[in-house]
Each structure stands twice: as C-alpha cells, then as structure tokens.
C-alpha cells in the first residue's frame, strides 16, 4: 500500500470510487445511492468486476468543488470501513490517478499502465 493522501479541494470536478468486495457489495451499492441522492450528484453503475486501473470492484460518484467538503466529510462518516480512492478530472487521466489521487481508508496500488501506453 501506498501513502495515504487525504482529500483535498483543488480542482474543479471529480471522481469518488468506493471500493468494495462480494461481502460489502450491498452497503456499497446503498452508500453510493444515498450520496447520489442527498448532493444531487450522478452516480455510475456498481461494477462487480475489475474496471479500468481500479485493484477492487467499485462504484463512481461524480462531483464538483462546490460539493467536495460535505460529500468527502459524508463518505468518510459513512464508508464503514470501505476505501475511497478521490481523484481529479484534470484532463490527464495519468495524473488524476497518481499526483490527484487521495484515499478515505487505507490507499490501493493502481494499475496506471493503461494511461502509460
């Protein structure tokens, strides 16, 4: 595992993934659906697989810097136990995912090597 960066508000859009296994599937898919609908926020599809450089299932909450403070201080109350990986939308995929990636609980090695290619 890598050094736990904690969240920070520095850009304007983001991601949240929630990590989850096939014993957490089920809180993980409510607490993705409560943030979605408490901030307004779009959430995407509650993956039960590998995707992209994510090392664990995950569901992707989508939002901005005006939500950032009360989303993020919501997840890391309610997460349970779950990691969070928070990163950028910055334009460059290969650094929202090194240099902006921040971590609720404990941090995840990334496989990057896709933005690397």
Not at 24 to 50: I, W
Not at 81 to 105: E, F, K
Request: charged share 20%; proline share 3%; glycine share 6%.
């Amino acid at each position: 595992m890598n050094e736990v960066k904690r969240p920070v508000n520095s850009h304007k859009a983001y991601h949240a993934h929630v990590y989850f296994d096939e014993a957490t599937v089920d809180f993980a898919s409510e607490l993705c659906r409560e943030a979605g609908q408490r901030f307004g926020l779009q959430v995407g599809r509650v993956h039960e697989k590998l995707v992209g450089p994510h090392p664990m299932w995950s569901c992707q909450i989508i939002f901005g810097s005006k939500d950032f403070e009360q989303l993020i201080s919501w997840l890391d109350e309610h997460r349970n136990g779950l990691t969070v990986l928070v990163h950028a939308l910055s334009g460059n995929d290969l650094d929202d995912h090194t240099h902006y990636a921040y971590w609720l609980g404990d941090s995840q090695t990334l496989d990057v090597s896709q933005f690397t290619a």
